[in-house]
């Protein structure tokens, strides 16, 4: 989802329910993610940056055979352990190859969703094999998705006992690719001319309309004064097909991350400056943060907040950031890495931030966010002392990483694969 492309960042696609838990809460300006899907989901749910367990390389594919490492300890692992029912709906794409990485492996007592990174709205399929699960048992339904990802966290809201506190990990495929919507929602958007922007709009509508239904239920259940409600995008809008996912797209690609650079898979505001809001009646000063937030940074706070205990997990990357979110006071955070791998990094100091895209042809270029958000002007050449600074960073960011577990699997499937032959039938047609 693009950062422009929600209604209370100044989208004309209209988010009313969105738009009202930002306006009573807290809506951010500096929220960061990861250029792509798994590895701001591998950080949410670590507190830690990919690089750390060879998640910062792209998704985990189709083919993948690999997810987050085992002995990662993950926050439902930790919510759980302090007492919380936990229950996830929606996209996981940390591994699925294996049972031991799945959601309910993982800390969920309870899981309703796909497993992969991309699957058909309607079809629930990737590649034509079927990813739909309740818990470990694969499921035929049939409908949009995404409206089957809210229905269904409203009855695990409706459905809870009270009991125990509950941590509901609700991911939305939308607007993700395939552009594609059911048409009561089409309809919405009638004088939208270009037909992926239609859909586009419209799949975030569907979603909009998911958050609205589990607002809705927590209110019912009498849980709503006691919820904080957290809401961000998993990176920013794909500008560039590259980037666009496993489904063929033709036209114009809708996302919207105005005013920043670029967009999804790049290291560039555009791609990982994210919509995001939180929502906590009574505990959560109305107004904008304004100061740094990073996506590994819920962790800690969250846990904090549940007052669960973090003796299993390794060191933390993410820092408690609740007085930032709660009072708007300044984050503790004064670095961004918004990620290295062998190809490329990028680190912000202050409001300093360095891409360096190390693979060859190198390129170097510095930015002065505070006087330049949208990265137009590379001072590079008049900030070589910055330069090294950060550039130093990076390097030792890239001492501490473990191999991309994309690259390790690649080259499996590339040197350690049976030999794709040619059918002997062919030469027949060939002559000799």
């Known amino acids: 989802m693009g ?70 300890y993950l926050l439902p692992q930790a919510l759980k352990d302090a007492g919380y029912k936990t229950a996830m709906v929606g996209k996981w794409h940390l591994g699925h190859a294996k049972p031991e990485f799945w ?87 009638k004088g939208i001319a270009d037909e992926n922007r239609r859909k586009y709009a419209a799949m975030i509508s569907v979603m909009d309309d998911g958050v609205g239904k589990v607002v809705t239920a927590l209110e019912k259940k009498g849980m709503r004064e006691n919820t904080l409600i957290v809401f ?28 920043f650079r670029d967009g999804k898979g790049t290291l560039y505001e555009g791609g990982t400056r994210v919509a995001a809001l939180a929502n906590w009646p009574g505990k959560i000063k109305p107004g904008v943060v304004g100061s740094v937030v990073h996506v590994v940074d819920m962790y800690p706070t969250l846990a904090a907040l549940a007052e669960a205990k973090l003796e299993k997990n390794k060191p933390l990357d993410g820092m408690n950031v609740w007085d930032a979110l709660s009072e708007g006071k300044p984050s503790p955070r004064s670095e961004v890495v918004y990620n290295v791998d062998p190809m490329a990094g990028a680190v912000r100091k202050g409001d300093w931030k ?6 060859l042809p190198q390129k170097v270029e510095l930015f002065n966010l505070a006087e330049d958000k949208v990265e137009a002007h590379d001072l590079a050449a008049a900030n070589p002392d910055k330069v090294k600074e950060l550039q130093g960073r990076i390097t030792e960011l890239a001492s501490e990483m473990v191999p991309p577990q994309l690259l390790m699997d690649a080259v499996r499937l590339i040197y350690f694969a049976p030999p794709v032959m040619a059918d002997p039938a062919t030469l027949f047609s060939l002559g000799d």
């Open 3 to 72: 950062f422009a492309d929600a209604g209370f960042n100044g989208s004309d696609i209209k988010t009313p329910n969105l738009d009202k838990l930002a306006q009573e809460g807290a809506h951010f300006d500096q929220f960061y993610a990861l250029p792509m899907c798994t590895p701001t989901r591998a950080a949410l749910m670590t507190g830690r940056y990919p690089l750390r367990y060879g998640l910062q390389t792209g998704v985990i594919p189709a083919a993948g055979t690999y997810g987050v490492p085992v002995d990662e």
């Open 103 to 189: 959601p309910r492996q993982r800390g969920f007592d309870y899981f309703y969703g796909a497993l992969v990174g991309e699957i058909d709205h309607f079809k629930h399929s990737s590649h034509g094999v079927k990813d739909w699960y309740r818990n470990n048992k694969p499921l035929k339904e049939t409908g949009f998705d995404n409206s089957l990802f809210g229905n269904e966290a409203e009855r695990v809201v409706e459905g809870h006992d009270g009991k125990s506190p509950l941590f509901l990990y609700l991911a939305f495929t939308a607007p993700h690719t395939p552009f594609q919507a059911p048409q009561e929602h089409l309809d919405r958007f």
């Open 232 to 259: 961000h995008s998993d990176n920013g809008g794909v500008n560039n097909s590259l980037f666009a996912g496993d489904s063929k797209v033709s036209g114009n690609l809708p996302a919207s991350n105005a005013p």
């Open 354 to 359: 360095l891409v360096w895209k190390a693979s």
